[in-house]
C-alpha cells in the first residue's frame, strides 16, 4: 500500500509541476504579445503624432490664408466706398486713413498705430498719387506671407488688384499680366530663395 501510495503521490506531483509550467509558459507567452502589442501601438502613436507635427502648421495657414483674402475683399469695398463718397483721396493723411473703414479688417499694434495682416506682416496703406495708375484707391504693402500662401493669395486675389509685384517682381500693372509668374516671385527676392514674401498692390477706388 506504502509503495502504491508514493508512486500516486510522485505522479500527482509531477502534473502539478508539469501544469505550473504550462501556466507559467502561457503567462510569458501572454507577456511577450502585450508587449509586441505595445510596441506596435506606440509606433503607430509616433507616426500619428509626427504627421500631426507636420499637418497642423498647414492647417493653421490655411486658415489664416482663409481670412486674409475675406479681409482684403472687405477692404477692397471700403476703398471704393471711400472714393465714392470722397472721403479717400490723394490727399488723405496716414492718420485719416488709420480711421477709416479700409483698415478695419486687420489687427492693430503699437497702441493701433501699425497694423498687421493674418501671418503677423506689417500692412502699410497709402492713397495713390492720382497721376498714374490707377488714378485713385490705395497702395498697400503687407508682408510676412509664406511662399506657398503668397502663391495661392496671389493668384486667386490678383482679379481685386489693379497692380502687383511680389517680392519686387511686376506681375500685374495697366500693360502687363504674368500669372505663371507668381510662384517663382514668392519664393525668390532678388536671386535669394526666401521663405517670407512681401507684396505691394493696389486698390483702385
Keep these: 500500500m506504502n509503495v502504491h501510495a508514493t508512486a500516486s503521490e510522485v505522479a500527482k506531483t509531477r ?7 504550462t501556466q507559467r509558459l502561457s503567462r510569458r ?50 476703398v471704393q466706398n471711400g472714393v465714392a463718397s470722397g ?7 496716414d492718420d485719416e486713413i488709420m480711421k477709416m473703414a479700409v483698415t478695419e479688417p486687420f489687427n492693430r499694434t503699437d497702441a493701433g498705430k501699425r497694423l498687421l495682416n493674418r501671418f503677423g506682416g506689417t500692412i502699410v496703406i497709402a492713397p495713390v498719387p492720382g497721376s498714374g495708375y490707377p488714378s485713385s484707391g490705395v497702395t498697400v504693402t503687407s508682408g510676412g506671407y ?13 482679379n481685386l488688384f489693379a497692380t502687383l509685384t511680389v517680392n519686387g517682381t511686376e506681375i500685374k500693372s495697366d500693360k502687363k499680366l504674368d500669372i505663371p509668374g507668381i510662384t517663382d516671385a514668392c519664393a525668390k527676392k532678388g536671386g535669394s530663395d526666401v521663405t517670407q514674401a512681401e ?7
Design 15 to 21: 502534473t502539478t509541476i508539469t501544469q505550473r509550467l
Design 199 to 205: 507684396m505691394v498692390f493696389t486698390i483702385a477706388g
Design 87 to 93: 472721403t479717400l483721396t490723394a490727399n488723405s493723411s
Design 146 to 158: 509664406p511662399s506657398a500662401q503668397c502663391a495661392e493669395f496671389a493668384g486667386k486675389m490678383n
Design 29 to 78: 507567452r501572454q507577456r511577450g504579445v502585450t508587449l509586441v502589442e505595445l510596441s506596435v501601438a506606440v509606433a503607430v502613436m509616433g507616426l500619428i503624432m509626427a504627421g500631426a507635427m507636420v499637418g497642423v502648421p498647414r492647417l493653421m495657414n490655411s486658415v489664416k490664408l482663409s481670412q486674409e483674402m475675406k479681409d482684403w475683399q472687405m477692404a477692397a469695398l471700403a
